[in-house]
């Protein structure tokens, strides 16, 4: 599963447990970082939400991924089995459903929800 920028900044300024709440909703999958997602926090300099987000990323395996942006989320996942991207992007939510890829999302301040069948 690909974790997505935004995902990672709502997650680090809600104080939410992502492993915890990505092992209840998504048994047996691998929550992974795409290396466009670490470069775009980099980006985000050092703001208490990008802060926080960078260190929760670390705590997931970093995968190369070609691009930037929404777009490289959207390359990453499309036309590979197997995939799902954590976003709370609605604009990104839409792009991914739109091409039968499962999305997790945080609902309300504490949990987690899928969007499609993993």
């Not at 795409?34 to 980099?42: M, R």
């Amino acid at each position: 599963m690909l974790l997505d920028a935004n995902a990672l900044m709502s997650a680090a300024r809600l104080k939410v447990d992502l492993a915890a709440q990505l092992a209840a909703v998504a048994p047996g999958w691998e929550a992974v970082v795409p290396s466009s997602v670490l470069k775009e926090l980099e980006g985000l300099g050092g703001t208490r939400h990008a802060r926080g987000a960078r260190a929760l990323a670390a705590r997931f395996r970093a995968v190369e991924a070609a691009g930037q942006g929404d777009g490289a989320i959207v390359a990453a996942a499309t036309g590979r089995a197997g995939r799902a991207v954590l976003t709370n992007d609605r604009a990104l939510r839409r792009r991914l459903r739109d091409r039968g890829v499962p999305v997790v999302y945080l609902r309300g301040k504490q949990k987690l929800d899928v969007d499609g069948v993993l």
